[in-house]
Structure formats: structure tokens, C-alpha cells
């Protein structure tokens, strides 16, 4: 069931079919499931019964519908506590843990391998077949999702905070979750789970509610797992093209207020120097560098040119352009490899470019360099640590700044630069080993992030873009990385690009699959032969 | 005595001093020094005393000039064999010990720290004031190098062979020689061993030597040593700009025979192919491939676009334009990091790029995840290595090609991309390492190969370069490597630009060094007050 590909062609601009009016972002308490908020959805009311799941390298992220009779959280939260059918337990920390990552953790990337408890699918065929029937299936039976409290603390304490109530208002909610790809027999057993708790709100046997849902599947997976779904969960699985799933997904994001952000200068400074504030170390790798002052008013160094005449300061700022002003673009996704990809006035897109050096590369080297085991342990250790103990800066080569061509004394002149030399002159193997884990973090992280958005920007430049957004589970919302990325663009653009970043950076192609499929939805589904 | 840098100026077009009629680049019996040999000059008969210096972030590279007293093998073999000051012995391969690698080599970058038994500088100043007096330092007093043969062996079995003998014939050799940064005393040592031989060749007091000797230096290192060489050596210090001596470095090397040479198409192939045997794996990260068959005349893949519409098959081969048609062109010299020099028709020049992604950060990661303790024990790994065992193919996310994308099953979409995935599934600690120090050394000198090439292609497209010199120590004249860059700049150009490379990669600083002070030889040498 290796279905060929359909042949490449342009995607027709396509209406999008759900009312965003009034959407909100979700509150959760877990920094893991924070790219994975809930969106809720006042106004729309709409049956969905289809599950979108981007299959990647790493991950699957899996997005669907629900008008849950649960009201007092997001059903992500819910999501990730409990336990999976594969055995393994995965919490989030509650309010008395508020580190992030649970120590008993054994999934290397946050993820969520239970069962989400509340909240279920709403087929329109089953709502058509069984209305009037007795079975509470209409909408004004489901009280919607009702979240406590918006919150948009997304990086920590350094953004906005807003507390408008949102309570007792019909709708629904978009659900995001995320599965290991080497463990898809946890996402069959949460969709399997899903289907069965639907049927039985529904009303009707396992068999009437499979014939109601429909899989997405896009994602390098979707063709390799395609088989798998249709054999295990008996549904139909319509297969949809990664890149337009993107492009469909990000032109749907940007039509959630609060979603789309970027850093202003100063926070990037700001984060820059706080994480560092041992070295006053550049996140650039090369080239002139701004001044390495937090407080940039007081520099003598000149002012770097700003994307935009006065951007706020000290702040994570939200997009709020109409979403036709969000186009052309150039959308970086970083998965376990990086595309890069052209998006047109018009909505046309291209794959232009990309590199293999993505989060699979931090995640693969990171676990054979340290002890983390999960991704945000990864980050965690890098927010310790100090890069100019292993990475060679201008000044170690040249004892000064290289002014002559503009390079700071505290720029990375090589990545690593320092590690071989120090292993040289180590006597003997006992000697090896004398890096930190913080350290070595801190370093690929730079390395890998600022060669994006160099490669980035060198596309922008080459195309005449000058809004980068940057999608891909490797961010996570990660103020470091963000503020890595965000200086690259900066710093090689003179400031005339602008990066930015969605809240659901890792789900741009999952709600893209999503998205595509409301359409179909509007008409009866057809089942296929198991 | 931190000189400050010159104000920015553009070089003047300098007339290249030095008579390379006839040279010829001497024999090597050691892969160790395959980048290090002499280039014997047959009809330059001036005498040269300075020695150019360029201190890098890892290595510091020597070029002097000698006309020496012996002749049976070149300096640069003679120099690497025999113990150094600081105690640390480095003997290079010999005829029955083929491996290339000493195994109890201690010094972690292949270098000379010993000190050369032949050849001495002549000063032009004590030509001029002790001609006639008795001392045999005219020049037909002095046989020039006569190497037993040329070796053009510069990888391994798969480069053109001829045997021409040149013997008893008046001239001299460039010598070069390098050391590690971090052991700076043995460079000093050796040079200090050579103005020693010199005075009493010359028949002078170690007092009148230096005062007739001066150093070049260049490089990061230029600026933090240059006021240790004045106070050890007792000699003149002047220090050159090291953009400027890259680009005069590299104006010079390519008016030396059989210096500057590229891979074919074919070559390219059958190098990648012949050490990844076991896979067809391409060696690109990212966008289509090529065909991943050794024989492209049997493949259905259509025939990749080449840089010449008939380039030789299965060869090295060396380029035999004009000196002027190498410009213009980008230089990348790739050292502990990377810098990416555009290089215009009149020889002006601009940093225009680099990353920190460069040796440095392979050498470095390579040092802390392998067990090898020198760069050539890392290139020798690699060549072992499966990189499949460690990146994520296409193939491993999607089942097969993505054809739509032009993405091959064999292209590597994450480096490192299966090691997370992997570990993440490790039961426990006892689980990690099951990764081969070869497949990880290869996927990681793809990783950086691959990485620069892309940017350096972007670099070339954006200023309409056509020609791409790689230089710099990183380079090795390893074929894997020169596979890889050539093989990027071939398919991210679609086969319009062509990767150059020099045997001589890792001197061009040094060489162009001592290229710029051969106008100032003409006249006798003020000396510093020490």
C-alpha cells in the first residue's frame, strides 16, 4: 500500500472552511505540552470527526476535533498524564514540580503516549444517520471545551500575560499530540482508544463510528505507516502531500490571534546575555557582531538596523497582520531535517532548499555527548552552560576583536574549535571527558541553530523574502534557540528580514492535513475495504 | 606589542617576484606530509631568508626557502622524522609500515615539531657582506634539493604517475612545515635550530644571522605571538593581514605545476562509492541526487550536467590554465573555522561569509566521540565508515524516493538522525556507545563537507563566481572529503561550477606571507631593537 505519489502541481488557493473568530490559545501547565495548547474555537460548531497525523523522522503529531463534556482543562494536559499502552508512564509536572521534566521520564522527546480522557469525535455522517434518534450527539448536548484561563506564558516569564476568562461558550477545540515515530503503537492505541470512547458518546457500535472517521496521514510516514493504520484501526487513511500540508497549515495558523510571535532586539539580547552572562558571548558564528551589551542605549557601539522603526522592547511580540500580509514568506521547518520552502504571493509554494543538519543532528549528538535523555533535558542543560569553553572565539585566535573585517573578539570563530586541542595535549584517555554536558549543549545548539538561519536567510536574500518563519518540533518555543535564529536572521539581513515563530511550531503540517480535509468532510465518507 | 591592524585597503596587484619556471612539486613517502611538500624551484636563484609564519587557530604553518647542502630526499620528510624539542616524537610512515598512521604518534594534528637537518637560509645582506670573503655561500657552492622523483601519488592509487627525474640542477625549495598552535615553543625551537644551521652554514655568528632574518607572520596568532617570536627569536617581526596573504597565497600556488586540481565527474562517484560500498549512499544532505551506480554509463538516472562538456574519467586532474583565469573566483578556506573570500577579475577581495561549522568543530566532536587521538586516525575511521548506520536516509522516513521533491531513497535527510531515535529506545545506560567510531567519523565529515559546500555554492551564485577554491588545512587531500565538497558544489549548482583544490591547502596563508615580503628582500633588512 506504498500508494505513488500524486504528480507534482500547484495547490489551488483554498478557502479555509473553519470559523477561527474568537479563537483562543489554551492554558497548560506543563512546559512540555506547551507547543501543544489546545486551540478553542467558539464560533465553530461544525462536525469533525477526521484526525490529522504528520508522520516525521522522529515524531508524529496527530490533530483532531473535539466537543468534549470535560470543561476543566485542556484536553492536551489530560493528554499527557496517565499512562500508555506501551507500558511506559509519562507525567507532567504539576504546580509542586515545576522543573519541567519529570525524572522518571523515559521518552526522549516530550510526547504524549496516553489517552486523552475526554473530549470526542463528532462525525457529521453519524450525527445525520442518528439525530432525533435519542443519542446525545447534537451540539447544544456538549458543553464545550472551557479552559480557566488563557495562557500565554510561552517562554517562561519573559512575555505577555493576558487573563480573560473564557467560560461556557459553545464551540470546540483543536487537539495537538505528539508520538514517537519508533513507537507508533502507542499513536494506533490512542486512536484506537479515541474511536472507542467516541462511539460509545455516540451511541453507536465501534464498527458505524470507524466508517465515520477518516485518517490524514501525511508526513514521510504516511506512506510507510499508511498500511499499517488501515489494517489496524479499520478506517479509511487518505494520504496528503507534506509540503502543502505545511504551507495549508501555516496559512491556517496565522489566523489564530496570539499564535504567530518573533523576538523583539532587545529580548534577544536580553535572553542572549541572561543564559550567558559569564561570557558576553555572541550567538553569531561569524561575521560583525552588535554591540555584547544587554543594555544596548548604553553601548558605544552603533545601533543595528531593526526590522521595523521601533520595535517594542524587551518583549515577545504577537503578529497581528491581517493574514494575506503574511505572504510571500520563506518557511523553514525544523524536524529531524530542515526544508526550506518558498511560499508565493499567491500561495504557490516551492521546496528551494534545506540541510541535513536539523534537530535530528543536536538530539543524536547531545545524546551521545551527555546524559539527557529527552530533548528538554537537552535544552535544560543548555541553558547552563557556556560555550566558550569549548567553542575557539575570534579572541582566542586573535587575543583581540578581528576589527578589520568587523569580527568581535567574543564570536565563534570555530564550533568545537577548542575540544581537539585540549584532547591533544590530555596525557592519556584518563584525561578525556573534561567538557561539560552544560557546555557542550549550549555549543551544538548554537552551531546548529545559527547555520539555519544562515542557510535561511541566504534564501531569503536569494528569493527577496523578508518574513522567515520558522516551523519544526527542534524550536520549542526554546528562547535560546529563538533567540539564536531570530540574531542570525538579523545579523545577516542588517537587520531588514524579520524571523518569525508559531506557538504550534511542530504542527504546522499536521493541522495543514487537517485543514485540507474539512472539505471533504461536508460530504459522506466512503469506506474502504479493510 | 599587539599591533594595530592597518586601516581596510584594497591590496595593489603585486608582480609575483619568484621564478616558478620549471618547478616541480617534490616527492613524499608519507601520507602525513602528502600537503607539505617542497616545491622545488629550478630557476629562482635569490637569496631568501624570511620565514613566513601564519598562526591559525589550531596550526601554525612555516614556509622558508633553503638551498640545502643535501639532496637525497625533500625538507619536509627529513622534518618530520627525528624527535622535537618538547620531547614529543612524531615519526611519519615508512616503506613497511604503509598504514600512514604511527600508532604512537602523540601529536593529535599531523605536524612537524622536529627540527629540519638540511638546508639553511641565505640572506641576502650577508651575500652582500660576505661574498668573496671565503665562505662558501655563493650559489653554485650550494646543490639545490635533487629529489629522486616526482610523486604525484596525492590520493592514493587513483592520480596520474610519471617519473621525471631532476637532478643537479641550481635553484632551491620552499619548505613547509606546521605545529600545533597549543605548542608554540616547538616552532619556536625549530626555528630557532634553523637560524642556528644558517649562521654557521653561512659562516656568520647566530647575532649577524638574525639580524639578516625576518619573519612574516600572519594568522590569528600573528597578533598573540608575534611579541613571543621577537623576544625568543630575536628577529624582526612583520606582521601581514591574513586576507591578503590567503589571496596573494593563493595568486601564487596557482602559477606551480600540477598544484591546483579537481575531481571528475566520475571520480567523484567512484570515490564515494568505492569507501561506502555497502550503501549507495549519496553524499549529498539534501535535494535531488544523482545516480547512485559506480557506473554511470550502465545507469537509467539521467547524466548529471557537468562543469565541462568532456571532463577526463576517473581522474585527479590538474588544472593548466593561465594564472589569470583563475579569477575570479570565491576561496574558501576552511581551518578551524571557515571563511569564504570573494575574489574579484583585478584581485581585489572581500570576506563575504564563512561559519564556525569548519575542522574545528569535526575534529573537536570526532575527538570526544571516537577513540582517535590525531586528525588522519579520524579521516582513516571515516574511510571505514557506513554513515547509514548513524543519518537518517529519505528512505528511512519515507519508505522510498520522494520523488515529487526529487528526493532520492539514499539522500541523508538528518545527520545523526537515527541516534536519537535509537538511544531514545535504550532500555538504559549499559545500552549507549552501540554506535561505530567509523560510521560516526563519516557521517560527520559528510555533515561538515556537505554543509560548506552548500553554503560556499550559495556564496558563488550570489556573486556570480563560477570557480570555487577550497583551501585550508580541514581538507587533507582526503578523497572523501574533496568527494563531498566537489559533489555539492556539482548538484547545488546543477553542474555550472566547479570545486578547485590545492595540494598545498592548508599553506596558503604562509605561502602568501612569504610571497609579500619577497619585494621588501631586495633591500637589506632593518632590525628591531629586541
Redesign the interface.
Known amino acids: 500500500m ?1 500508494a505513488p ?4 502541481s500547484l495547490p489551488t488557493p483554498k478557502a479555509i472552511r473553519v470559523n477561527t473568530r474568537g479563537a483562543v490559545i489554551l492554558a497548560e501547565e506543563s512546559p512540555e505540552t506547551r507547543d501543544s495548547r489546545g486551540i478553542y474555537l467558539p464560533n465553530y460548531i461544525e462536525p469533525v470527526s477526521h484526525i490529522a497525523i504528520d508522520i ?3 515524531l508524529a503529531k496527530v490533530v483532531y476535533f473535539t466537543r468534549s463534556p470535560q470543561s476543566s482543562s485542556s484536553p492536551s494536559v489530560v493528554a499527557t498524564q496517565g499512562s500508555s499502552p506501551s507500558g511506559k508512564s509519562f507525567s507532567t509536572s504539576s504546580a509542586d514540580s515545576p522543573s519541567g521534566s519529570p525524572p522518571n521520564a523515559t ?3 516530550p510526547c504524549s503516549s496516553s489517552q486523552t480522557r475526554n473530549g470526542t469525535l463528532t462525525p457529521r455522517v453519524l450525527e445525520s444517520h442518528y439525530n432525533g434518534n435519542g443519542h446525545s450527539n447534537g451540539r447544544d448536548h456538549y458543553p464545550p471545551d472551557t479552559p480557566d484561563s488563557l495562557d500565554t506564558d510561552l517562554l517562561h516569564s519573559t512575555i505577555l500575560k493576558r487573563s480573560t476568562e473564557v467560560r461556557h461558550i459553545p464551540g470546540g477545540s483543536i487537539n495537538f499530540e505528539r508520538f ?3 513507537n507508533i503503537s502507542a499513536l494506533v492505541a490512542f486512536i484506537s482508544e479515541l474511536i472507542t470512547r467516541s462511539a460509545a458518546a455516540n451511541g453507536v457500535s465501534i464498527e458505524e463510528m470507524r466508517r465515520g472517521v477518516k485518517i490524514s496521514a501525511t ?3 504516511a ?2 505507516f499508511g498500511k499499517l493504520f488501515e489494517g489496524e484501526l479499520v478506517v479509511d487513511v487518505q494520504r496528503e ?3 502543502e500540508c505545511l504551507i495549508e497549515g501555516m496559512k491556517f495558523m496565522v489566523t489564530i490571534p496570539e499564535e504567530v510571535y518573533y523576538f523583539s532586539d532587545e529580548l534577544i539580547q536580553e535572553v542572549t546575555h541572561h543564559i550567558s552572562r559569564d561570557v558576553q558571548n555572541e550567538i553569531v ?3 560583525p557582531a552588535t554591540s555584547g551589551n544587554a543594555t544596548p542605549s548604553t553601548s558605544a557601539e552603533p545601533v543595528l538596523e531593526r526590522p521595523s522603526p521601533d520595535p517594542p522592547r524587551y518583549a515577545v511580540t504577537f503578529e497581528t497582520s491581517e493574514p494575506s500580509a503574511h505572504l510571500p514568506c520563506l518557511l523553514v521547518n525544523i ?3 530542515v526544508s526550506i520552502i518558498k511560499v508565493d504571493a499567491d500561495g504557490s509554494f516551492e ?1 528551494v ?9 543536536l ?3 547531545l ?3 551527555t546524559p539527557a ?1 529527552t530533548f528538554d533535558e537537552m535544552l535544560a542543560l543548555s541553558e547552563k552552560g557556556d560555550n566558550a569553553s ?3 572565539l ?1 579572541g ?5 576583536d ?4 568587523g569580527l568581535k573578539s567574543t564570536m ?10 585540549s ?3 590530555a596525557k592519556d584517555e584518563g584525561e ?2 573534561t ?1 561539560r554536558a552544560e557546555d ?1 549543549s549550549r555549543s551544538l545548539l548554537y ?1 546548529v541553530s ?2 539555519i538561519g ?2 535561511a536567510y ?2 531569503a ?2 528569493y527577496g523574502l523578508d518574513r522567515i518563519y520558522f516551523g519544526g518540533f527542534f524550536i520549542r518555543g526554546h528562547a535560546a534557540t529563538v533567540a539564536t535564529l531570530s540574531y542570525a536572521i538579523r545579523f545577516w539581513s542588517k537587520g531588514t528580514k524579520r524571523a518569525l515563530f508559531f506557538r504550534h511550531e511542530g504542527f504546522l503540517g499536521s493541522i495543514g492535513a487537517w485543514i485540507k480535509n474539512i472539505d471533504v468532510e461536508e460530504t459522506p465518507i466512503s469506506v474502504l475495504p479493510s
Open positions: 506504498h505519489l500524486p504528480p507534482p516525521g523522522g522522529s521518552c526522549p522527546i514517537e515515530t519508533s508526513g514521510g510516514g506512506h510507510r502531500d507534506e509540503m558564528s561569524d561575521g524536524g529531524s531535517g521546496r532548499s534545506g540541510t541535513s543538519l536539523g534537530g535530528g543532528t538530539w543524536g549528538l545524546s551521545l555527548l535523555r569549548v567553542d575557539m575570534v582566542d585566535i586573535y587575543g583581540t578581528y576589527s578589520k573585517l565563534i570563530a570555530s564550533s568545537f574549535g577548542k575540544v581537539f586541542r584532547r591533544g595535549e578525556r571527558g567538557f557542550i552551531a545559527n547555520n544562515q542557510i541566504m534564501n536574500e536569494k
